[in-house]
């Protein structure tokens, strides 16, 4: 099964009080693509500008993606983003952010990609989310992340897209923004009535919420006493998620739940350190040790 | 196996988005007991005013609780709460606090009582609860909960009693607090390192932490649509916990871990109505069935 992930690469400066980052790779598809690349091959969409260090990719493609549809245009500049946490890990301020490239054309899709089966459509706006998806008619599983500033800005190009994919992954206070409702299991629910057959709503530290036409389940986060940095931990999550039933083709209840297990591994090794450095080393038998810990710190 | 519960019962006026309730039966002691008695008997030390209407009492006599430790106080006062609760059902607001009666003596601890062998040293100031639990000396396992005040005020009176319980109950603003660790993962760490064997992070809608010297634990909370009154689900979480551990004579890890996962089922129900509405008409069957639909819900 194929799997396919439309998102932003960026260059990332960090500040946290671990340590700092200074231009190390990074943005969604960056960190969905990777984090599903432990579990099955990844076709990824974005656009960078001429001055992306070669380094970047050299690190890339150590993982298991096709970057085919990886365009570098001439004359553009990569997008940039600075973002400094707090003492408390789980705040962060976003202290610069140069859209650059991903403010122009999107980047075209190749032909060979157009029968994805699964497709991951990374946070930009919903109008873009629309124009990809219609790219890959014969999917059998399309997944939108999304944002508080489309919430806000663009609801009904939103609310349009919500009709048209499976599922949806998003944060507890944007699931509250869309929906009104400060519950986040009736939040859930009602996203269901907007239209996707399921939504995972991330809580950060704290886990995440699944709500699907055929249950619901909660599933903490790993207890991870490494929190180095926290930069990309709801993309690596969302490409372990979508990596593994891609792997499974299984996006039943039951199977989508198991996927929620192994996207919570993977982002709980991501935030061990800076960039890609953890996945970088990262072997697929440490996601299954960290997975049958964590399975046994659920029994009772 | 007995287990002992000292403790405030109070009377309580509660603002919720989802209705008031006037001058009900509150109190930590009140919602511990009524959740533990699921699980075994409950011997309670506590003293009201001589304004405690008799209908609380009623209400508690319903529950196995042996009331030989609550004392009538003539001339004195119950203690007595306002609180509000924001839209959002996780913010509250005290409005008002007459401590009463809480500012007076302790209540005398009945000497039938001095041989129980699980203690809860519910939440008041330090130096009381070592007092409390000295006249347990044949105590099996002793578990204090505590809050931000006695962190900020007797931080030296708390280390104390830290070195002679077993567990500790708190929050995770508390548990941050107590350690100057934002991450909750070290700072369960550090509270291991002043004493108790095992201690319990409450984190209200995202479940709890258990760190034991034999283990670690994350437990998400039961994905509740029904929440009418938070008051007291901690309480009734940790009662639901300790009338477990009591009943099954097992504080081991997997002992422990097993008695959260129960407190969280008690605590999903309490707050499924104001005071103690729901619990009064709960039934152990009731907790059982939910906790098999939350065992489902962790497996993967």
């Known amino acids: 099964m194929s799997l396919i992930v439309t998102g932003s690469i960026g260059i990332d400066t960090v500040q946290a009080p671990t340590g700092n980052a200074d231009e190390v790779l990074g943005g969604s598809a960056i960190y969905f693509a990777a984090a599903a690349s432990f579990f099955c091959p990844v076709r990824l969409v974005a656009v960078v500008g001429e001055d992306c260090p070669d380094s970047f990719m050299e690190t890339f493609k150590q993982f298991n993606v096709d970057l085919e549809g990886l365009e570098k245009r001439a004359g553009s500049k990569t997008f940039r983003w600075v973002g400094k946490y707090h003492e408390n890990m789980n705040q962060r301020d976003t202290l610069e952010v140069q859209l650059n490239v991903l403010a122009e054309a999107a980047p075209p899709v190749p032909e060979s990609y157009k029968d994805s089966k699964y497709v991951f459509l990374a946070n930009t706006d919903p109008v873009n989310q629309m124009n990809l998806l219609k790219q890959f008619p014969t999917n059998e599983l399309a997944v939108a992340d999304t944002m508080d500033l489309w919430i806000e800005t663009q609801k009904d190009e939103l609310l349009a897209l919500l009709k048209e994919v499976d599922g949806l992954v ?24 907007l239209g996707p057959r399921f939504v995972v709503i991330k ?8 709500q699907h036409i055929d249950g619901r389940a909660a599933l903490p986060a790993y207890p991870a006493k490494k929190v180095v940095d926290p930069t990309g931990a709801g993309d690596s999550f969302a490409g372990g998620m979508m990596g593994y039933i891609t792997a499974t083709d299984d996006h039943s209840f039951a199977g989508i739940k198991k996927a929620i297990a192994y996207g919570t591994m993977v982002a709980s ?32």
């Open 170 to 193: 998003l944060n507890d206070s944007e699931a509250q923004l869309l929906t009104g409702k400060s519950n986040i299991v009736e939040a859930a629910e009602e996203i269901i009535d």
């Open 203 to 210: 809580k950060g530290e704290h886990g995440a919420l699944l």
């Open 269 to 300: 090794y991501n935030i061990e350190d800076f960039s890609l450095n953890r996945m970088s080393t990262l072997k697929r038998e440490e996601i299954d040790h960290r997975l049958d810990v964590f399975r046994q710190m659920l029994q009772f």
